[in-house]
């Protein structure tokens, strides 16, 4: 079965706003995301309204169905699952793609939204709910001889960034985008990314202390280890010390999870 895993935004609202005839109403609603969460109904006007305009145009009005637009023509997609910023523009959109792939394509979707993703102020906590969500249907989707597909288009780019490393890291095999400038499909190259081997039993070292105390003393990680292995998990942002504690970044974990167990 064909599975795209889709990271959505909101360029469906995006592009509506920019409509010429676009009812000085919807003008106004769409400044307030909290109006237009209010509306996140197919039986709202609305919204209904914006779904016309989606529907008249997909590929052109959604940055996620334009990624998608070769997938859906050669019969690729079997099932999707949107994932959407934790905002009501967010929620909207991604009910906007959901009713237009079931609707039209008859597929089976499923939207979910990520606490914190999208959201200012909660970057590192949008990031590892973003992760930890994903990466467990991805992981049990592979697992079960999917082919999964991950659709890296809507949201923000720092998270796919991520979020398209930890997906290289679980087999993914495909990776695909809308380049911004060139509105043009590009598919992702996917290198065989690993953990290097001197970083791996170290990190399964932190990951299991982690689990049991939340911390290893940084003076037996060094002994063991050597300074110059922390020194480079510390630089490369995996790992933070706090009083001669070492601890894992959130993100770490999150994707050690489902790497190492």
Known sequence: MNVHIVTCGTSIIENYSRHPNIPSEDSRIIMVDDEVLKRASPKHEFFIRVYEFLKANPYDASAELKAMKRFLEDKLVDEVYLYHTDTGKGLFCARIIEKFLTDVHRLRVETIRVEGFGVEGFFEDGLINLLDKIIDKASRLVKAG??????????????????TTAASLLGIQNIYYIH????????????????????????Q???????????????????????????????????????????L???TYTILKYILE
């Open 205 to 247: 070292e932190l990951y299991n202390n982690h689990k049991k105390h939340g911390f290893t003393p940084l003076k037996t990680f060094t002994e063991q280890y050597s300074v110059n292995i922390f020194q480079n998990l510390k630089d490369r942002n995996l790992v933070i010390e706090e009083n001669g504690k070492i601890k």
């Open 146 to 163: 999917n082919n999964v597909f991950l659709n890296a288009t809507g949201g923000f780019k720092p998270e796919n960034a991520v979020l």
């Open 249 to 251: 970044r959130k993100w």
């Open 180 to 203: 911004e400038k060139f509105r043009e499909h590009v598919n992702l190259p996917i290198l065989p990314l690993a953990i290097d081997q001197k970083y791996l039993k170290p990190l």
